[in-house]
């Protein structure tokens, strides 16, 4: 059986990121100098950590780094900019519970909502929302029934004479990139926003408004802590728009686009500002720091020294805080013997990624892994077509015994399994709306099952979104040709049986709007990790087998 021992991927020594500054066309690295002193106010900062605790620096290495900069500053503030509790087995069995748990226990102070904290519902989310001890802040997240924020949008810090204002901002692409349904009331109308337009235009507004108030209330300084993103972004709600088209912001820690740098970017006035990510997974943290004379500069950490009390080696020989690990050790094991448990075995490796250069393909091309997913729901749910986005395929599986842990890795979100009947149309529109961004990810990108299609990539997209980015109408030519159901031309007025999860036919992830009025023929059948399950088992007698073989798939989907 294979077995996931508990990994802190940690190193002995510092490493410090050198900054950016973007000027014109040129580009001038310079190295950071950031040692903390006494006076110094240190602000150490993840995002989308995607239940990553034991990956990268791991939590344990933040608590231990953590206490290490308490040594050396009173003035310690520890923030997350969103995208927490979902990703991994240890969140989607807990609903969340588990990564709320962890982070009261490292003492976060600050924490800003990501698009996937609503993965698990409405109701679930302000319940966890409730059981953080720093709470939530987000000015944009709108309770549209009352028009006044849900949660306080920011908070102040007072290091000595010195006040910092936290302003939290959450992506208006929640509504696409989460679960559009849980931002609606049983008639289907939105009862919750995040200031969006197709302009950016209100979301700038709300933030500008926000940081006025934190420096009427006395800030000196006020950071903002979102969660935009900036690469695979809708353009004007990326972190660079929104600070280009405001003013008092002196740095930004910025999530959703999981990337990695420090950099300057200019405000509305042509200042620049300083804004930060941290990648994914805990691959580092960061470390702002705020000097007696004002300068704010920042550095990603990648390597905890071991110095300190509450330090302890691992068995890998690593650096951690023994409080900390402890503490998440003790909550692994309570799922640890469900997440063993096999499912079956593969002889072949299944891949959301290029081999080759270890670039993620599953959001912009066939893969193996892809076909699978897309014929298990096809085969379980007995359909004539399978789909999957592509973004909801999270992980590969390795050649060996296959267990739920596999299975939660690659499916981490809990969705059910569906059947709707679609007309043609539907599903070219579907497949057009996967493949609008291409060559460039989407996570609403279609692997496909019963079914082939081609992107013509001379064809430029012309899907149309309303102000939400869900699907409204092609205005023009289709990328999307060649469309074959069963190796026949695919017919616009007829109608197919297609499988996949609620999240896309029911509750329009991805934007797929255009399945809201088909036909429900089952609902809610099994949970996606049940029919992997049920699709190794039943349909392939326990093995997943040489059919899978290609990492590049069976050819379904033709780019040219």
């Not at 059948?525 to 059919?547: A, C, Q, R």
Request: charged share 20%.
């Amino acid at each position: 059986m294979k077995k996931r021992s508990f990994r802190i991927k940690m190193a002995l020594l510092f490493f410090c990121l050198t900054t950016m500054m973007v000027c014109n066309t040129a580009v001038y690295a310079t190295a950071t100098d950031n040692s903390a002193n006494s006076e110094d106010i240190i602000i150490l900062y993840t995002n989308d950590v995607h239940c990553g605790v034991d990956s990268g620096v791991s939590y344990a290495g933040l608590a231990l780094y953590k206490k290490q900069m308490e040594e050396i500053s009173p003035y310690v503030t520890l923030v997350d900019a969103g995208d927490v509790i979902q990703g991994a087995p240890i969140g989607t069995l807990s609903e969340g519970e588990y990564l709320i748990e962890i982070m009261n226990e490292l003492g976060y102070d600050f924490a800003v909502p990501g698009n996937h904290e609503y993965d698990y519902g409405m109701e679930r989310f302000l319940e966890l929302a409730g059981e953080l001890d720093c709470g939530y802040y987000s000015c944009n997240f709108m309770d549209l029934q009352t028009g006044e924020a849900v949660f306080d949008g920011y908070k102040l810090f007072e290091y000595g004479d010195v006040t910092v204002a936290y302003v939290g901002v959450t992506t208006p692409e929640s509504f696409t990139k989460g679960t559009p349904a849980y931002f609606q009331d049983e008639n289907g109308e939105y009862i919750y926003g995040f200031c969006e337009d197709d302009t950016g235009e209100a979301l700038y507004e709300q933030v500008q408004a926000t940081v006025d108030d934190a420096r009427a209330e006395g800030a000196d300084y006020v950071i903002l802590v979102a969660h935009l993103g900036e690469t695979g972004v809708t353009e004007y709600w990326t972190s660079d728009a929104v600070l280009l088209n405001t003013t008092g912001i002196d740095a930004c820690i910025d999530g959703h686009s999981h990337e990695t740098y420090v950099k300057y970017v200019p405000n509305e006035d042509g200042e620049d500002v300083l804004l930060t990510q941290t990648g994914t997974k805990l691959a580092t943290i960061g470390q702002m720091t705020i000097q007696a004379d004002g300068t704010i500069s920042a550095e990603l950490v990648e390597q905890v020294p071991e110095e300190g009390e509450s330090c302890i080696s691992t068995d890998e020989g690593l650096a951690v805080d023994e409080d900390a690990y402890q503490y998440i050790q003790e909550i692994e094991a309570q799922y640890q013997d469900v997440l063993e448990t096999v499912i079956g075995s593969s002889d072949v490796e299944l891949t959301d990624s290029d081999p080759e250069t270890g670039e993620r393909l599953v959001r912009m091309s066939e893969t193996n892994l892809g076909d699978f997913v897309a014929d298990a729901y096809r085969c379980v749910l007995e359909a004539d077509i399978g789909i999957c986005n592509g973004g909801g395929i999270r992980d590969g599986i390795s050649v060996g015994d296959v267990t739920y842990e596999d299975a939660l890795m690659v499916l981490p979100f809990g969705n059910m399994g569906c059947v709707v009947e679609a007309t043609g149309q539907q599903i070219l529109d579907a497949l057009e709306m996967g493949a609008r961004n291409y060559p460039e990810e989407n996570g609403g990108f279609l692997q496909v099952s019963g079914l082939s299609y081609t992107i013509d990539t001379s064809v430029p997209s012309s899907v149309q979104l309303d102000d939400k980015g869900n699907f409204v109408s092609v205005d023009g030519e289709y990328r999307v040709t060649d469309v074959l159901v069963d190796g026949e031309p695919l017919e616009l007025d007829q109608t197919y049986t297609v499988a996949s999860h609620d999240y896309m036919l029911k509750s329009g992830g991805s934007g797929m709007s255009m399945f809201q009025d088909a036909t429900v023929l089952r609902d809610n059948i099994i949970s996606d990790m049940d029919m992997m399950f049920s699709y190794i088992m039943d349909n392939l007698g326990g093995t997943i087998g040489e059919e899978y073989a290609d990492y590049y798939g069976q050819g379904r989907i033709t780019i040219q």
